[in-house]
């Protein structure tokens, strides 16, 4: 059997950086606009709180990643159990509010999408394949959906 072609992705300046959640893609959701999908995320472990707002004005996404992974302001109970929803809501939103991006997902067709980082071994791979990359995973159950929808 072949192994599946895959599409690595990470940097934003590089090919399908737009799938980064760091890519200048802004989203509306909650009747607010956010900078990029990474604000919105990041944001929402401190839904309902002044550190929820502080992140969405921040000026670039990796400020947000940086205010969002602080340690020093309470995190929403049960963060690890929604974040993947949370991610799945961001990533709907980009994909469905920027055409050109739902364009370029779809053409992917049926490759395997991997956020390719040895920063991150849940949402990425780990740089070495053994990560969760649940990024990519959400990205392609958002395909599949959104290829359903396009029919």
């Keep these: 059997m072949n192994k599946k072609e895959s599409i690595k992705f990470y940097s934003v300046n590089a090919p399908y950086g737009e799938f980064s959640n760091f ?3 802004p989203i509306k959701l909650k009747r607010k606009t956010w900078k990029t999908s990474e ?9 309902g709180t ?4 502080k992140i ?15 340690r020093k302001v309470r995190m929403r109970k049960n963060w690890d159990n929604m974040r993947d929803n949370v991610m799945y809501e961001a ?3 980009k994909f469905t509010q ?14 395997e999408l991997i ?3 040895e920063n991150d071994d849940y949402w990425g791979d780990g740089g070495d394949g053994k990560g969760t990359n649940r990024l990519g995973k959400l990205l392609m159950r958002l395909r599949e959906q959104l290829r359903k929808e396009t029919k």
Excluded at 56 to 70: C, D, I, N, V, Y
Excluded at 98 to 111: G, N, R, V
């Design 98 to 111: 920027h055409p050109d991006l739902q364009k370029l997902l779809l053409e992917t067709e049926d490759k």
């Design 23 to 25: 890519a200048l893609y």
């Design 39 to 47: 604000h919105y995320f990041q944001a929402q472990k401190f839904a």
């Design 50 to 53: 002044a550190h929820e707002e």
């Design 91 to 93: 990533l709907q939103a």
């Design 56 to 70: 969405r004005k921040a000026p670039s996404p990796m400020k947000a990643a940086e205010l969002g992974r602080t």
């Design 115 to 117: 956020e390719h980082t």
